[in-house]
């Protein structure tokens, strides 16, 4: 079996293949992003600015480089300037009022598979001081959050948005390409592969076979733990979950939200809570003198507004099936 992940811009795929075909599907409205300047590798800009963005084919990449050296050069001044920053942050428990739905939140099946690994809490993060590996957010999306909280949420209010026990599900559509080969569409960039997993026939509902059941391989397609949540060493934390909430949050004033917090003691606890950033490069963002902080993205010599062309996630399953007799050795 092969998944593959693709970000595509919207298309209508062949509407001749057998299944549900994607006939009539609206292009997604187009969107802003916001970038952090300054943090590498450059090469990500660069080909975002210019595949991603609808004055791609204008832009000057002499330009681009540019203004992303000006922002780095800033960022080794930070690191003389707010050297330790990120070990400041006034993280704090939670308060006693949220008990009972914090109990909640640690009952819910998302939580119980998510957070089985480390010793892990339930805190008031500081926003501004979290550390950040994800270097853009959609701007729309942070703009629809604001307008979604209001300018003063209570805060029962804010700690559901932040720790939900149900969400959304956004629109999936699917379309068999082939008899082994199919596509899940989405709008939702969170759109992903999950694992494969073996269900047995009294797992099955309402599926009827022309013959007996053996078992059922499942590919699991769905969307990430929608709990805001990050990953703690010593006093810094690292960002996993929430980008846009975070950052939709502090646009409102906010200066603390509640969070599932992770502690790692040592590297290899780190590669088992996060991928990405954080677990490939962790003396960067738990040992450097001043990582990219959330507050970044509130700083206009580090920030840049770019115009996002129309986008749809893509995830494409390939199966390969083979019939195969094996004949025992037999000892001579």
């Known amino acids: 079996m092969h998944t593959q992940v693709l970000g595509t811009q919207a298309s209508a ?59 780095n050069d800033y960022y080794q001044e930070l690191e003389r300037t707010q050297a330790g920053i990120a070990n400041s942050g006034a993280h704090r428990e939670l308060e006693a009022e949220f008990a009972p739905q914090a109990a909640q939140v640690r009952a819910h099946p998302h939580y119980r598979r998510a957070f089985d690994t480390l010793p892990t809490s339930i805190m008031q993060v ?28 209570e805060l029962q ?13 956004p629109s999936v559509q699917i379309c068999s390409l082939g008899s082994h080969r199919y596509v899940f569409r989405c709008e939702s960039t969170d759109l992903r592969f999950h694992e494969t997993t073996v269900l047995r026939p009294q797992q099955l509902v309402g599926y009827h076979s022309f013959g ?6 499942g590919i699991v397609v769905g969307f990430g733990c929608d709990f805001f949540n990050g990953v703690r060493v010593g006093n810094r934390i690292v960002l996993h979950n929430g980008y846009h909430r975070a950052v939709a ?20 606890e780190i590669q088992a809570a996060v991928k990405g950033r954080a677990a490939e490069n962790p003396e960067f963002y738990f040992e450097s003198a001043r990582p990219p902080l959330l507050q970044d993205f509130f700083d206009a010599r580090l920030r840049k507004i770019l115009p996002l062309r129309a986008q749809t996630q893509l995830v494409e399953v390939k199966m390969e099936i083979k019939h195969l007799v094996e004949n025992p050795i037999v000892a001579k």
């Open 13 to 71: 795929i062949d509407p001749g293949q057998r299944g549900l075909t994607l006939r009539s599907v609206p292009a997604p409205e187009r969107h802003e992003e916001l970038w952090l300047l300054g943090q590498p590798p450059l090469w990500k800009y660069l080909d975002f600015a210019e595949h991603s963005t609808t004055t791609g084919a204008q832009l000057d990449r002499s330009e681009l480089a540019e203004e992303w050296r000006i922002a």
């Open 157 to 169: 209010t804010l700690f559901r948005l932040c720790l939900p026990l149900e969400t959304p599900t």
């Open 249 to 268: 949050l502090r646009t409102l004033g906010l200066t603390h939200a509640p969070c599932i917090v992770q502690t790692a003691t040592r590297v290899d």
């Open 126 to 153: 500081e926003l501004d001081k979290l550390i950040v590996t994800q270097t853009h957010v959609t701007r729309t999306f942070v703009e629809r959050l604001v307008a979604r909280i209001g300018s003063a949420p």
């Open 212 to 217: 007996t059941v053996a078992a059922v391989l």
